[in-house]
């Protein structure tokens, strides 16, 4: 919350947010804008948070800010979406979503994001636990099929 309050605010409403986009092989391209919405208030401990996401994009379709320069609130964040996005409450929720839009790995999505997670642990190196680096490793990457590793093999030969 001091991200937002930084000790001058009583109340403080952001979004944070990045774009995807990619050509669409008959011409134009297609956008996709994942975000999410925070709001803290002083004397309150945590910060209320949504995620959302939408075809739009920020600043061209998609204002986050009403005409006299203050953030939506989430409500009008979700009027404005109307059809072309969604507001997501949940994080277990917001994961699959993002998985579905972008992954589609399914299960091995929640184990690859806590082996990311594990990684990138300040000063893993000094307290690197084999056993425990290995089980991540073999949670986030599935065995191959037996066929794979037979015809890489046989490449070898």
Excluded at 93 to 100: A, I, L, P, Y
């Amino acid at each position: 919350e001091w991200n937002l309050l930084m000790g001058r605010h009583e109340e403080r409403l952001g979004y944070t947010w990045i774009e995807f986009g990619r050509r669409l092989p008959e011409g134009g391209a297609a956008f996709l804008t994942l975000g999410c919405g925070l709001r803290a208030l002083e004397g309150k401990s945590g910060v209320q948070r949504w995620f959302f996401h939408t075809s739009q994009r920020i600043g061209q379709d998609l204002q986050l800010k009403t005409q006299d320069g203050r953030p939506l609130t989430r409500d009008q964040l979700g009027t404005l979406l109307g059809s072309c996005g969604q507001i997501v409450d949940g994080v277990e929720e917001w994961r699959r979503t993002v998985d579905q839009l972008l992954f589609r790995l399914g299960p091995r999505y929640e184990a690859l994001i806590e082996l990311l997670i594990r990684l990138r642990h300040p000063q893993l190196s000094r307290k690197l636990d084999e056993k425990v680096l290995s089980a991540a490793l073999s949670e986030a990457l599935t065995p191959l099929p037996m066929a794979v590793v037979d015809d890489v093999a046989e490449a070898f030969r």
